[in-house]
């Protein structure tokens, strides 16, 4: 019984010290990222929020953009353990937006090597209800924002020959759902161009 119990305790503390290692990225059998310069857009809330928490741990250098200010600071706030991680207003579906934001954001921490395309909207409108202003915005956010940031910041991965490309997309990326068909339509679009440039690359 005793020997069961060591055992036992022995397994436990395996286990925390593997998730202690894979919080802090001081697990040696995964890659790390505390080289890297991520930029994560739609840092303000939920997932991107989430994301930006759990990178800061792991030690990189983190450019958070968002349109959001008051809450992409709360997020900024939350990685404060991290001196790296710095906060940049950008709307995404701006190309000068963009371009500032990335120019900000090497000024500050050096070539981008990690690109993260999490910002999204949803209007949640069923599709007759839809109006230009709302399918427009969709469209530019969830979708074509990808390609103005891949066109940012891939050059420079290229020419550092290293660099790693992220698109955030759903389920609603892979099938269609109901009151949701502009999301749908910009997430099919997201999947695809990752899809596409995965085979251009």
Not at 11 to 22: F, G, H, P
Not at 50 to 56: G, H
Not at 86 to 103: F, G, K, L, N, Y
Request: proline share 2%; aromatic share 4%; with cysteine.
């Amino acid at each position: 019984m005793r020997k069961k119990r060591i055992w036992l305790l022995i397994v436990v503390l395996l286990r925390a010290a593997y998730v202690i290692m894979n919080n802090y990225g001081l697990n040696p059998l995964k890659k790390s990222l505390a080289k890297d310069h991520i930029f994560l857009t739609g840092a303000a809330e939920g997932l991107g929020r989430l994301l930006a928490i759990k990178l800061s741990k792991l030690g990189c250098k983190l450019t958070l953009s968002d349109v959001n200010m008051p809450e992409l600071q709360k997020t900024l706030n939350l990685c404060a353990g991290n001196l790296n991680v710095h906060a940049i207003e950008c709307d995404v579906s701006s190309q000068a937006s963009i371009t500032e934001a990335a120019s900000k954001a090497r000024q500050r921490l050096g070539d981008v090597t990690v690109l993260i395309n999490n910002a999204a909207v949803v209007s949640a409108v069923p599709l007759m209800q839809l109006t230009e202003a709302i399918i427009n915005k969709t469209l530019q956010v969830n979708t074509t924002s990808h390609l103005l940031t891949i066109k940012e910041f891939l050059p420079g991965m290229i020419s550092q020959k290293r660099g790693h490309i992220v698109a955030i997309a759903s389920m609603a990326g892979l099938t269609g759902c109901n009151g949701i068909a502009d999301y749908c339509a910009s997430k099919f679009g997201a999947v695809a161009i990752d899809e596409s440039l995965r085979m251009e690359l």
